[in-house]
Antibody, heavy 119, light 106 residues
């Protein structure tokens, strides 16, 4: 049973870089059919896709966040990571990692991790 | 960016009745439309993809329809566990979500 688990600081200061890691268990991150994505949800609001990565390292990002986002993969650790730079209070959200196939529907999700941007 | 608009924002329905949720895209997304259910404190759960195909393990009372710009999620006979927030998502051109419809008990 594939499982995803987010980890990282729950509090980040304004203007700093938010860093999160998603650990994949119960299966390989290198499976050829799978892509790995980050989605966020501000408190009481809807979902926003941040970006996705393939095990080869190929990435694609939400155009509205592209200038601040970097997603990377470490196949040796079965992990992928998110970095979001120059954060503001507007980046406060629950951050989810999730799996999708080439059709970009997210069928397996992590439990989510709350990140607050505050000094 | 394709904007997804869901209606209504809140829908009040009695258990056992039918619920119909709508999702409209600002431009055609073909059949590249998914529906998710989210309960408080939980991650979203994939219900429907390809506008009308139920995901693994999803009960038959959930059905999706539509193509192009107008889509519908129907829950034929509401169970207590179905009261939640529902999101549509298009994946025809990048990935965007609707703002959600809250399905509450009447």
């Amino acid at each position: 049973q594939l499982q995803l688990q987010e980890s990282g600081p729950g509090l980040v200061k304004p203007s700093e870089t938010l860093s999160l890691t998603c650990t994949v268990s119960g299966g390989s991150i290198s499976r050829s059919s799978d892509y790995w994505g980050w989605i966020r949800q501000p408190p009481g609001k809807g979902l926003e896709w941040i970006g996705s990565i393939y095990y080869s390292g190929s990435t694609y990002y939400n155009p509205s966040l592209k200038s601040r986002v970097t997603i990377s993969v470490d196949t040796s650790k079965n992990q992928f990571s998110l970095k979001l730079s120059s954060v503001t209070a507007a980046d406060t959200a629950v951050y989810y990692c999730a799996r999708h196939d080439r059709y970009e529907t997210f069928d397996i999700w992590g439990q989510g991790t709350m990140v607050t941007v505050s000094s | 960016e394709i904007v997804m608009t869901q209606s209504p924002a809140t829908l009040s329905v009695s258990p056992g009745e039918r619920a119909t949720l709508s999702c409209r895209a600002s431009q055609s997304v073909s059949s590249n439309l998914a529906w998710y259910q989210q309960k408080p404190g939980q991650a979203p759960r994939l219900l429907i993809y390809g506008a009308s195909t139920r995901a693994t393990g999803i009960p038959a009372r959930f059905s999706g329809s539509g193509s192009g710009t107008d889509f519908t999620l129907t829950i034929s006979s509401l169970q207590s566990e179905d009261f939640a927030v529902y999101y549509c998502q298009q994946y025809n051109n990048w990935i965007t979500f609707g703002q959600g419809t809250r399905l509450e008990i009447k």
